[in-house]
Nanobody, 120 residues
Framework: VQLQASGGGLVQAGGSLRLSCAAS????????MSWYRQAPGKKRELVAT???????NYADSVKGRFTISRDNAKNTVYLQMNSLKPEDTAVYYC???????????????WGQGTLVTVSS
């Protein structure tokens, strides 16, 4: 199983970016999909989560600015980031809780990370 994240880059404060993360490989079913981020010198933090049914949860710091969504047919999760701030600068990682078969354990898989840099 591989998670391939894309969409990071350099943007000015107030701008927008859209991250994507596609899961591929031997996948039976994907449950929660999430985005995390890690800024330099800081711990990795949860940004947003979306369940298979579409329920979402956000960190307080991004509520009202970021939107997580998913396309179950494409095994892909998105993060639309608007009104970006310099403090949003971080490496963003996608995460998927999934099973590779009907009897396999629920396992967390991670993408490789994509860098988002917000200039002031």
């Amino acid at each position: 199983v591989q998670l391939q994240a894309s969409g990071g880059g350099l943007v000015q404060a107030g701008g927008s970016l859209r991250l994507s993360c596609a899961a591929s490989g031997n996948i039976f079913s994907i449950y929660n999909m999430s985005w995390y981020r890690q800024a330099p010198g800081k711990k990795r933090e949860l940004v947003a989560t979306i369940t298979r049914g579409g329920n979402t949860n956000y960190a307080d710091s991004v509520k009202g600015r970021f939107t997580i969504s998913r396309d179950n047919a494409k095994n892909t999760v998105y993060l639309q980031m608007n009104s970006l701030k310099p403090e949003d600068t971080a490496v963003y990682y996608c995460n998927a809780d999934l099973r590779t078969s009907v009897v396999s354990a629920l396992t967390a898989y991670w993408g490789q990370g994509t860098l988002v840099t917000v200039s002031s």
